[in-house]
Structure formats: structure tokens, C-alpha cells
């Protein structure tokens, strides 16, 4: 065994694409809704433009993987789908080789999840196959990617299924340590960093987690969803690391920034994180785990 880094894997999370299309009489309650909170708060906060910027520095980091952890869209319009695939181009263009999944926003009305949108725009950078699903980076590293998202009528809910935990259970078995595992919700309710309102929690939550903590392997749980960066030691499992990742190009307020992303490094033995932060320009610090 030594402690040098094996693979190393850019976090990118809430991308957040979006397209105005405001007629409320053309369109479904929920979308509708949803417009409206995007008109009244989210206004000032997504800078489309910013994106390709930001992926000109990401280039510069040298780490060609990368792994999505959801919310590339804001609505789960077909516009907004189309700017996440250009996107997706060209960061594959520019030789970062990505894999993507789905957050709540990515099947945010029930007809987007009928009709399975995100495969079909962004399913060059997904197995194809149903998650959970396993990969592994050039070094071997596994990663496990997890299903955690559902469309809902108003609250903000994901899920894992009983059935999808048994399967992740199963793929944890077969993995060496250690090993990332992606999400698009937290596992954990709440850390210094953020908390989680019960209708933004995922269903099932607590019995992945203990599935993570009772296999014994050294593991980095990753996700978005809650917009703000966090890497906490889980408080019951000593094997669980969770880290959050803010929005790529996204204004935050609470943590003075206005884009970020994670680089993360593995070892024979553990990880660690470096975050990227954009404000006034970037910088990159090491993330201590608390
Ligand atoms: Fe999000
Ligand atoms: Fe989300």
C-alpha cells in the first residue's frame, strides 16, 4: 500500500441551464410554478454566459474526468436540456471525459420523466443502463453511481427504492476500497454548511447510508442539490465521507462565490479534496474534511 494518488476526478454539480418561457396558459401547474419561482429568485442568480468561461479554466486544471451529479436544467425544458448538451459537447471537445446523472430539476415534470429527456439529450455522457451503476476511473478507483431522483407534484423530494439499495449493496461487495459513490441528494440532513427542509430530503436516505457505513469500505459519498460546498466525516459511521459541491457557475451568496467545482484525489488508502472557487477569479484550496 502507499499513499499515492491513483486517480484524480473533477466534481461538478447544478449546472442549472435555463430558458425563459413564461406563458402560464400554455403551460402545466407545475412548470408554471416553476417559472415563476425562477422569474422571482433565481433571476439574478445563474449566469448562463459564465459557463463556457468557467469550463475555459476547468481545462486548465489538467484532470480529464469528471462526474455530474445533476440539476443541469432548471425546469426540465427541452431548451434548457439542448444548452446542457452543448455544454457537455464541449467539455468533451475540450478532452474532459464526463459521466452524468440526473437531479431533481432534470425530471422536474412527469412528462420529462415519461419521456426520459435526460437520456435522450444527455446519454452519450450515461451508461445507458438503469442506475445503480458501476465504473471505474483509469486507476482502477470504483465509482458507483446511485439513483436518487423523482418528479413530484410540489415538494422537492428524491427517492431510492428498497430494490435499488439491494443492488447497491450488492455492487458495494464487489468493489475494492475505497470508493466514491454519486448522488444527486445528501445523505445527511444537515451539516455547518447547510440543512435540509424536510420536502428537500431523499426518501431512503438513512438506509443507504447505513447499507455505505456497514460495508466496511473507505468511501466518499458525493452529491449537489443543496447549492453549497461541504466535506463532513459522517457523525456515525467512521468509514463515510460527504461532500457537497456548489453550483458550477451559480451565484452564492452565504459562501461569497459565484462558481466553484471539487477536485478530488484518491489514494490506495483515502481521499482528498481540493475545492476551485470563483470569485474574482479562481483559486484552489485544499478542502479539510470536518
Ligand atoms: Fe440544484
Ligand atoms: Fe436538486
Redo the contacts with the bound molecule.
Sequence with gaps: MTDAVRDKVLHIA?LHFWRMKFNPFKQLNKRALGNLNLLLRRRHEFVLESAEAHLAYVQTVGVPDAIFT??FTTTSLPEEFALSRVFMQQAADVGLRSRAIP???DVYTFAAKRQDAFQYYLGEWTSGETLPVLYHLPGGTPVILVPTVCPNLLS?KGTIRPEEIDRTRSLMETVDSPVIVAG?YPLLTETPAYSLTPGRRLRGADTLRRVLGESGKTVLYIC??VHRFSYVADPQYANIRHLTTGTFFGRNHAQHRDGEFSELHVSDTAFSVFSHIHADGWRREAAPCT
Design positions: 447544478d445533476g440539476d437531479g431533481n430539476h422537492s444527486h449537489g442539490h
